[in-house]
């Protein structure tokens, strides 16, 4: 499986976004949304299961969404309420089942850039 972010760019703080993930097959795979500031370790942002499950970090909980739509092969992450602090690059990874740590996924996307104006 292959997977392949876009959809980052420049947006106002109190902006939105919508970034996307897709898969270059069917995955069952957990897929996960990662962001990383040049220097800082990869964070965990949020995360969704085949079945729909979904996971989210503390600091984005309440405004930003993932879901995914497995006939498309295809995850988002609509981010709402951007602030400045949100600007990071964003990847998106495959792993096991309700995986939410970077350690636990072996499938990563290249990035796709954030960049939030205050």
């Known amino acids: 499986v292959q997977l392949q972010a876009s959809g980052g760019g420049l947006v106002q703080a109190g902006g939105s976004l919508r970034l996307s993930c897709i898969a270059s097959e069917r995955t069952y795979y957990t897929v996960g949304w990662f962001r990383q500031a040049p220097g800082k370790e990869r964070m965990f942002v949020a995360a969704?299961?085949?079945?729909?499950?979904?996971y989210y970090a503390d600091s984005v909980k309440g405004r930003f969404t993932i879901s995914r739509d497995n006939a498309k092969n295809m995850v988002y992450l609509q981010m709402s309420s951007l602030k400045p602090e949100d600007t990071d690059i964003y990847y998106c990874?495959?792993?096991?089942?309700?995986?939410?740590?970077?350690?636990?996924?072996?499938?990563w996307g290249q990035g796709t850039l954030v960049t939030v104006s205050s």
């Open positions: 969704i299961r085949w079945t729909g499950i979904t």
């Open positions: 990874a495959a792993g096991p089942a309700g995986a939410t740590m970077e350690t636990q996924y072996n499938i």
